[in-house]
């Protein structure tokens, strides 16, 4: 599934070889292929390499962001979703301040060994972290018109990329990212350039759509012109992105903390969606991840066995399970981890979830259903592994070691 990130590098920097990187996020690119929408990939499919990658789990854009730009699962660098309950301080927060990192990112190792960077993000959110201790241009499209050169390494974006500002629920958002690459490529050259593109498409628009095709046509005219430029491209995906409705075309929504009010008493048990974050009107703050905190007096066994006969729920875990089965940071998930089935999210309490915007059915992400996601490279590579496990954060390696 694709749309949200986009990531160029020079592969064995002393080359003057430019790689580029896309990592995006959201709904299958084979409906857009198979109907002609993509004859770049199309070509690059047939000449190029193609692999089948696991994303990581939470599947959500934060955590695996991360994930590739240090090419660690959440464990290592810390990043566990978009949202998170601090327990020390006793207040739940978006997870955007660095001060969550727990690795170094591979964009500020190549900047600090005396690499050409640049990030361009499509919603600010991410733009701190993916910049964080890094040298370079790093600014994002939702606040193009404010880029600074002493905050942002460039100033003027948008008379130099010839685009008004977009908005932040809109195909532009990542129309903007993608023209700012290709500008960047062809007036500052970078050695690495990193473009985190926006799932808002592939929440509101099923695979095969016209919305959905037009998306992706969009994206394979960019892809060339940064194959033209001598780009060699990785294509992998935070994520992946399904219909979470039942027959009726309604969201079919597990309400947790609800479930939890009616057995323990109400506010006995916190449950927190790592999916949160302040862009809801496509996805309604409903995944199929959550996490569950609970006070010593409630027995973990019990809990467990009571969510797993609920309808719609795929597997509960203990935090040190989920520690270890998704490779999680222990002190930043809760006492329980649910994950919901293909077509259920889960939500906090009915009355918190404004779903007024949602008006198309609902398609998000978050589980493990989301978690297998397309490795695509526009140069064929030899000798690798056919019985290895690949995952989107092997993106850099393959870009940066293999395919030069």
Same mark, same amino acid.
């Given at each position: 599934?694709?749309?949200?990130?986009?990531?160029?590098?020079?592969?064995?920097?002393?080359?003057?070889?430019?790689?580029?990187?896309?990592?995006?996020?959201?709904?299958?690119?084979?409906?857009?292929?198979?109907?002609?929408?993509?004859?770049?990939?199309?070509?690059?499919?047939?000449?190029?390499?193609?692999?089948?990658?696991?994303?990581?789990?939470?599947?959500?854009?934060?955590?695996?962001?991360?994930?590739?730009?240090?090419?660690?699962?959440?464990?290592?660098?810390?990043?566990?979703?978009?949202?998170?309950?601090?327990?020390?301080?006793?207040?739940?927060?978006?997870?955007?301040?660095?001060?969550?990192?727990?690795?170094?990112?591979?964009?500020?190792?190549?900047?600090?060994?005396?690499?050409?960077?640049?990030?361009?993000?499509?919603?600010?959110?991410?733009?701190?972290?993916?910049?964080?201790?890094?040298?370079?241009?790093?600014?994002?499209?939702?606040?193009?018109?404010?880029?600074?050169?002493?905050?942002?390494?460039?100033?003027?974006?948008?008379?130099?990329?010839?685009?008004?500002?977009?908005?932040?629920?809109?195909?532009?958002?990542?129309?903007?990212?993608?023209?700012?690459?290709?500008?960047?490529?062809?007036?500052?050259?970078?050695?690495?350039?990193?473009?985190?593109?926006?799932?808002?498409?592939?929440?509101?628009?099923?695979?095969?759509?016209?919305?959905?095709?037009?998306?992706?046509?969009?994206?394979?005219?960019?892809?060339?012109?940064?194959?033209?430029?001598?780009?060699?491209?990785?294509?992998?995906?935070?994520?992946?992105?399904?219909?979470?409705?039942?027959?009726?075309?309604?969201?079919?929504?597990?309400? =947790?903390?609800?479930?939890?009010?009616?057995?323990? $008493?109400?506010?006995?048990? +916190? /449950?927190? @969606?790592?999916?949160?974050? #302040?862009?809801?009107?496509?996805?309604?703050?409903?995944?199929?991840?959550?996490?569950?905190?609970?006070?010593?007096?409630?027995?973990?066994?019990?809990?467990?066995?009571?969510?797993?006969?609920?309808?719609?729920?795929?597997?509960?875990?203990?935090?040190?399970?989920?520690?270890?089965?998704?490779?999680?940071?222990?002190?930043?998930?809760?006492?329980?981890?649910?994950?919901?089935?293909?077509?259920?999210?889960?939500?906090?309490?009915?009355?918190?979830?404004?779903?007024?915007? =949602?008006?198309?059915?609902?398609?998000?992400?978050? $589980?493990?259903?989301?978690? +297998? /996601?397309? @490795?695509?490279?526009?140069? #064929?590579?030899?000798?690798?592994?056919?019985?290895?496990?690949?995952?989107?954060?092997?993106?850099?390696?393959?870009?940066?070691?293999?395919?030069?």
């Amino acid at each position: 599934g694709l749309g949200d990130l986009v990531l160029t590098a020079t592969g064995d920097l002393s080359r003057n070889r430019q790689v580029g990187v896309l990592l995006a996020q959201g709904q299958t690119l084979a409906q857009a292929v198979a109907s002609g929408q993509m004859p770049w990939l199309q070509a690059t499919l047939a000449h190029g390499t193609a692999l089948v990658a696991d994303c990581v789990v939470p599947t959500f854009t934060n955590p695996n962001n991360l994930s590739i730009v240090t090419g660690a699962p959440p464990s290592v660098h810390g990043i566990c979703g978009n949202y998170l309950y601090d327990v020390a301080n006793n207040v739940e927060v978006m997870m955007n301040d660095p001060k969550w990192l727990r690795a170094p990112t591979i964009l500020a190792a190549l900047a600090d060994a005396a690499q050409k960077v640049a990030v361009v993000t499509a919603k600010d959110k991410l733009r701190q972290l993916l910049g964080h201790q890094m040298k370079g241009i790093c600014f994002s499209a939702e606040k193009a018109d404010q880029a600074t050169l002493d905050e942002h390494g460039i100033d003027q974006v948008l008379a130099k990329v010839g685009k008004p500002l977009p908005s932040v629920y809109s195909a532009d958002l990542s129309e903007f990212v993608f023209a700012a690459g290709v500008w960047l490529m062809q007036h500052q050259r970078p050695d690495v350039m990193y473009l985190s593109t926006t799932d808002y498409i592939q929440h509101k628009f099923a695979p095969g759509t016209d919305g959905a095709n037009a998306f992706y046509a969009m994206m394979d005219t960019y892809l060339q012109q940064l194959d033209d430029m001598g780009c060699v491209i990785a294509l992998t995906a935070d994520h992946g992105m399904n219909a979470k409705v039942g027959m009726d075309g309604l969201p079919q929504v597990i309400y =947790l903390q609800d479930w939890f009010d009616a057995w323990l $008493g109400t506010a006995v048990a +916190r /449950v927190i @969606l790592p999916i949160t974050d #302040p862009y809801v009107v496509h996805h309604g703050a409903l995944g199929s991840f959550a996490t569950v905190y609970l006070p010593a007096s409630v027995d973990l066994n019990q809990a467990v066995q009571r969510l797993q006969a609920v309808h719609g729920i795929e597997a509960v875990y203990t935090r040190e399970q989920a520690a270890v089965h998704f490779e999680l940071p222990a002190d930043r998930i809760g006492d329980l981890v649910v994950v919901s089935e293909r077509f259920t999210v889960l939500g906090t309490a009915l009355a918190k979830h404004d779903l007024s915007g =949602l008006d198309v059915p609902l398609r998000s992400h978050g $589980g493990v259903s989301e978690q +297998r /996601v397309p @490795l695509v490279l526009n140069r #064929p590579i030899t000798g690798l592994d056919p019985q290895r496990r690949w995952r989107n954060f092997d993106a850099l390696d393959l870009a940066l070691n293999w395919a030069q």
